[in-house]
């Protein structure tokens, strides 16, 4: 792993730079918009999270603004494993997924046994998709086999569900260390990469997509297999997604731009994403009252 | 219960395209013909002929200006030594203050002068306004701030001005050069006569209604349109103390023979075939990104452009896939459209000469690479391209192209990549890309080019000195080196 190329911090925060700077303007925002929406991952992970919540939550994932079908549905609500099912009953047949954190979600700080049994029991009350955290304890002390072998477990233990691991970039430290763990990680079997939980801060930023991004376009040359990228944490403005997706289609291209390979985990940008496609078709700003708060 | 549908769209079918987003001309307006400005107004010239300026994307005509003749270049020349002798007077800090002045008002005016300086001379506006326009301002906000301090500065030799200088800009960075030789030059106590370049005169006109706008004592600028005639007028007036060229190394040498045992001071910053010096440890996404830059950034219409590309062998194949995949990302067309990368060619006869070096390329034997790229029907375009299998003797990685072109070639060991990197009549800038530290100086120390960059490249900043070795001239332009051309010291 120590031999893994370097990234240089200046230019991937100055190419980062250079590539929000792109205005994406009318018929091109709407359709990033729209993009933003079917690639979101609606995500609630409190501790207070209830039935109650989620059911709200599966309701605004797959009609997003009720009473306009122009408007899509989001890709999949994400939350924690036991919730897994009452979202799993809520979403039924809509075809939004169920995204299921796991492996002791923030810390991953808890025992593998623990690990690969929460993972079985998210898939077993209905996940189709499993948040994984990587062990950064082991990443940072150089324990790369020990990240790897625990991604492997999982991986196994989530059947056919699909498996997104979870860098916690900002813990990492460094983009040479996001670059490295990108690798392991694909190497390992994650069908996605992501960014953060959302709990760590600085959570997504730019330039460690971009960084995460360029790792992936390596791994896909080596290898011929596609990983998908999820960047998470910190992005609730349209403009901010926007960016996110101008990284994505300069940097791996137009075959990323789809639900399959690319999601955006967030919780209160879908709002934002919904005003301004009001904005864009009207010429108006709407009040915050005419989209409902879930 | 009853599940709502997931609910598709008709976007979802389409493909993603940047809809064009062009920076409003509205609030920018270019006078249908100009004069000249001397002696702290614009005046009717003496010489009856006038060329059009032209927009390079689109081939019309956005003004007319003045081919200056002698009797004009006489009278600024005339008002130029007039206002020296008080304007080396009025105290430094006065200067000073003029000179923050001018820096506050460019930034005003940032948004006008970058419309003017892409319509003018067809880089995009990305860059205008990014890089030009900024940095002009910074230049005369940084010597400014030396104007009061030159005894500091320099002690123990009492730093005095030299008189009137004669200065002949390029039509790559029109603003940013005009910044480059005005700043210091003002600064240290001197009174100026500039040319801008013919295909690019408009945002010297502009800066004319800045100095007035600045109030700047009359005379102390003069700005006198025209081509390579006014030009050699300017440099060879007998009351002109000081010249200072950027350009083309051929003029660049007409004028040295055409000063010598005359007794003026001369600074020259010429012509460059940089090589950006890639090894096998470097971070390569950083990498491609400076290649770009360095050969792209302008329609890579810069004297210090990375013009060779030096590979490290055995990281060949990665790299150009890379690069040749990023080239097909690059963004060409209407300079004015915020997200265009590759603008328009200056002008007609730099798009021939373009052509020609490339065709000449191909007939050598080097192997040739453009994108998939559409050009629009009207201006002059040319395609980011690149070349491999280019030899050292090949008039491509010999002769400065000064457009989007770049010949790769490579290397083995670090000692060769300095042979190849040197081996060159010029010498004015080089790239290393290395993650080893201790490559970096042991590199620095070996390039024999006035600016090497280490994982980054084209990077410019006021307090940096800039200029050449061997062919690309001598002098330096940025930092407490550029005030040395424009002071006397004893």
Request: proline share 5%; with cysteine; charged share 25%.
């Amino acid at each position: 792993m120590r031999g893994v190329r370097s990234v240089d911090q200046v230019g991937a925060e100055e190419r980062a730079a250079s590539l929000a700077k792109r205005s994406i303007k009318k018929a091109s925002k709407l359709w990033a918009l729209d993009l933003a929406i079917r690639c979101m991952d609606l995500t609630t992970l409190e501790g207070m999270d209830t039935p109650g919540k989620i059911a709200a939550l599966c309701a605004k994932g797959i009609r997003p603004k009720p009473g306009d079908p122009t408007i899509p549905s989001v890709a999949a609500i994400c939350i924690y494993p036991a919730r897994v099912a009452d979202a799993r009953e809520h979403l039924g047949s809509s075809g939004v997924r169920v995204a299921s954190v796991a492996t002791a979600f923030p810390s991953g700080q808890s025992f593998l046994s623990l690990k690969i049994d929460e993972t079985q029991q998210a898939v077993a009350a209905g996940a189709d998709e499993v948040d994984m955290v990587i062990d950064r304890g082991a990443f940072l002390s150089g324990d790369y086999q020990k990240v790897y072998d625990e991604i492997v477990a999982i991986k196994e233990a989530c059947g056919d569900a699909h498996l997104k691991v979870i860098l916690e970039t900002g813990e990492l430290g460094t983009y040479d260390s996001v670059r490295r763990a990108s690798i392991l990680a694909m190497a390992a079997g994650a069908d996605f990469i992501k960014t953060s939980t959302g709990k760590v801060q600085p959570a997504a930023t730019l330039p460690v997509s971009l960084v995460m991004m360029e790792a992936i376009r390596d791994f896909v040359r080596e290898t011929g297999r596609p990983v998908g990228f999820k960047p998470a944490g910190g992005i609730r403005t349209s403009k901010q997604a926007i960016a996110y997706l101008v990284v994505l289609y300069e940097t791996l291209g137009p075959e990323w731009m789809t639900p399959e390979r690319f999601r955006l985990g967030a919780s209160s940008l879908l709002n934002d994403v919904l005003m301004q496609i009001e904005k864009e078709r009207s010429g108006a700003y709407q009040s915050m009252d005419y989209f409902t708060i879930d | 219960m009853a599940i709502a549908k997931r609910s598709r769209t008709e976007l979802a079918t389409q493909r993603f395209e940047y809809a064009p987003a062009p920076e409003s001309t509205d609030h920018v307006k270019i006078e249908k013909r100009y004069d000249l400005f001397i002696g702290g107004r614009m005046v009717k010239a003496h010489s009856q002929k006038r060329f059009p300026t032209i927009n390079p994307s689109n081939e019309e005509k956005l003004s007319e200006v003045v081919e200056a003749d002698e009797v004009d270049v006489d009278r600024a020349v005339k008002a130029a030594s007039k206002a020296f002798d008080s304007w080396s007077r009025i105290g430094a800090s006065r200067r000073a203050r003029y000179l923050f002045r001018i820096s506050r008002i460019l930034q005003e005016r940032a948004r006008e002068l970058a419309v003017v300086e892409t319509m003018d001379g067809g880089k995009p506006i990305k860059e205008s306004r990014d890089v030009d326009i900024p940095l002009s301002a910074a230049h005369f906000f940084y010597y400014a701030g030396w104007a009061d301090k030159l005894e500091w500065a320099f002690p123990n030799v009492k730093p005095r001005p030299i008189g009137v200088a004669g200065q002949v800009i390029p039509w790559n960075f029109p603003l940013l050069m005009l910044a480059w030789k005005i700043a210091p030059a003002l600064a240290a106590g001197n009174t100026v006569v500039l040319k801008p370049a013919e295909t690019t005169p408009l945002s010297a006109l502009l800066f004319a209604d800045i100095c007035m706008q600045a109030e700047l004592p009359d005379g102390v600028v003069n700005i006198l349109t025209g081509a390579g005639k006014t030009g050699s007028l300017v440099v060879s007036h007998p009351a002109v103390r000081k010249v200072a060229f950027t350009g083309s190394t051929e003029v660049g040498k007409l004028i040295q023979r055409s000063l010598a045992g005359t007794g003026k001071r001369l600074t020259l910053e010429l012509g460059g075939k940089a090589a950006n010096i890639v090894f096998e440890d470097a971070p390569l996404d950083a990498a491609v990104e400076g290649i770009v830059n360095g050969i792209y950034f302008n329609q890579g219409h810069v004297c210090c452009a990375g013009s060779r590309l030096l590979v490290q062998e055995s990281i060949f194949e990665p790299l150009l896939e890379k690069l040749k995949i990023r080239l097909g990302t690059l963004r060409l067309g209407d300079p004015l459209d915020k997200n265009t990368d590759i603008g328009a060619i200056n002008s007609k006869a730099q798009l021939e000469k373009i052509a020609g070096l490339v065709e000449s390329g191909v007939e050598e034997g080097a192997e040739l690479f453009q994108p998939e790229c559409k050009l629009p029907e009207r201006g002059y375009w040319f395609p980011p391209t690149l070349f491999t299998n280019v030899s050292q003797s090949y008039r491509i990685a010999r002769e400065e192209i000064f457009g989007p072109v770049l010949s790769v070639l490579t290397f083995r060991t670090p000692d060769e990549a300095v042979e190849k990197a040197n081996n060159t009549p010029y010498g004015l800038s080089a790239g290393v890309w290395t993650d080893k530290g201790s490559r970096i100086l042991w590199m620095a120390e070996r390039m024999r080019a006035g600016v090497v960059w280490a994982n980054t490249f084209n990077r410019f900043d006021p307090t940096s000195p800039f200029g050449g070795y061997k062919e690309s001239g001598y002098g330096r332009e940025g930092g407490l080196h550029g005030l040395l051309p424009y002071l006397e010291l004893s």
